[in-house]
């Protein structure tokens, strides 16, 4: 596949700066951050050296001394002015911050011209190693799911498709058989990143219940639900806090995040319960018994899918366009979304049917005083129309 991301374009014209920033690439598993960088070396005329940490023992920060060492002896042997390390699935070396700093420091003090990619698929251990020993030293590039222009540019997929099969690329191959099509986003992406992006990586007592977690908040995406209810449904003698820290994994991961409500005070926002939202719709439909052509004809199912659909493209965004997202419900008012930027305030509501109730939106407008609302669904902004645009656009 040829097709490239717009995020290379912004690595490719770093790597040709005279300064030296660690570059850091982020983001879920299978978005392409590997082919991206594959892409950029066959742009780029310095010499390059990659390896991954996917089978290195975790412990072994020697593993990043006998790389870099590898890499100088390349850089000295190619004669060139510059050199390009890549280490792929960094964040599986235990402390691996501190030694990339060592080295890194070193390569400074030496004069040595050799520019560093680090690509990790776990968002919370990578920020962590980030802030605690690299700062100054960093930039980093998050690559989130694909979004529908993606989609429809490199697989030529319609509006309808990507609400159900989602944004992963490495899956589009197979929707014309959608029995294998789900099997493969369940075993093959789903499953790896749950244990090896966060059971792998992180401490988790209980990772049945997290596991669960996930099945119910695909099940209920685009709805709020108070972790107390979520408990009953489990059946497990867990308690909220932990099921808030699960949810917290499963959203670094990018699979499932659980949204706040918007609330002037933030005691009140960090309290309440979660709208459960997936990173990319693939993660709901590859768990519905029910086939991509059966659940079109139903609209009440499909509208759900739309919603869902939405509001990942604002979550995807959110990562990289630097605003944030709620959703508001004060009795029996309720907006899908809003969004907050700065001292700038956006409120969405999300109508795929044919009924378009806006109660909601005008409490919300008559409380908070946004500086916009949008309806978004068959009248107003179209769904699809939504969905080719950058949210960011809309501050």
Not at 74 to 87: C, E, L, T, Y
Not at 142 to 166: I, P, R, T
Not at 322 to 341: A, G, P, T
Request: proline share 2%; aromatic share 10%.
């Amino acid at each position: 596949m040829t097709f490239e991301r717009q995020q290379i374009k912004t690595l490719e014209k770093r790597l040709k700066e005279k300064r030296r920033y660690i570059q850091v690439i982020m983001g879920p598993r299978q978005v392409g951050k590997t082919t991206m960088v594959t892409q950029l070396q066959k742009k780029i005329k310095s010499p390059q050296y990659f390896v991954s940490a996917d089978g290195a023992i975790a412990s072994a920060g020697f593993w990043i001394e006998q790389h870099w060492h590898i890499a100088r002896n390349k850089f000295k042997q190619s004669g060139a002015a510059n050199f390009v390390f890549v280490m792929d699935e960094i964040q599986k070396i235990e402390n691996w911050s501190e030694t990339v700093k060592l080295l890194w420091d070193e390569d400074t003090r030496n004069n040595r011209q050799i520019k560093v990619i680090l690509l990790g698929s776990s968002r919370l251990l990578l920020q962590k190693g980030l802030t605690e020993s690299l700062a100054g030293r960093f930039e980093t590039t998050y690559l989130g799911h694909w979004s529908f222009s993606e989609m429809h540019k490199a697989f030529g997929w319609d509006e309808n498709k990507f609400v159900w099969f989602g944004g992963y690329p490495g899956s589009a191959a197979l929707i014309k058989d959608e029995s294998r099509w789900k099997h493969y986003v369940s075993q093959s992406l789903v499953e790896t990143s749950i244990s090896k992006d966060i059971l792998m990586l992180t401490r988790v007592d209980k990772p049945a219940l997290m596991k669960r977690l996930f099945e119910l908040g695909c099940l209920y995406s685009g709805q709020i639900l108070s972790f107390t209810k979520i408990l009953g449904q489990l059946q497990d003698s867990g308690n909220t806090v932990t099921l808030s820290h699960y949810l917290d994994l499963l959203d670094t991961a990018g699979l499932l995040a659980g949204i706040e409500k918007y609330a002037s005070d933030k005691i009140r926002q960090r309290a309440s319960s979660p709208k459960f939202l997936v990173h990319n719709t693939a993660l709901i439909s590859s768990q519905n018994a029910e086939t991509y052509k059966e659940v079109h004809t139903k609209p009440e199912q499909w509208g759900r899918m739309v919603e869902s659909a939405v509001g990942a493209h604002l979550l995807n965004h959110s990562h990289t366009d630097d605003y944030r997202i709620f959703y508001w419900r004060h009795r029996d008012n309720e907006i899908d979304f809003v969004l907050k930027k700065g001292n700038k305030i956006i409120g969405l509501e999300v109508k795929s049917g044919a009924t378009q109730k806006l109660s909601g939106m005008n409490a919300f407008k008559k409380q908070f005083k946004p500086n916009k609302t949008f309806l978004i669904g068959t009248t107003g902004l179209s769904w699809r129309e939504f969905l080719k645009m950058n949210p960011a656009e809309l501050f």
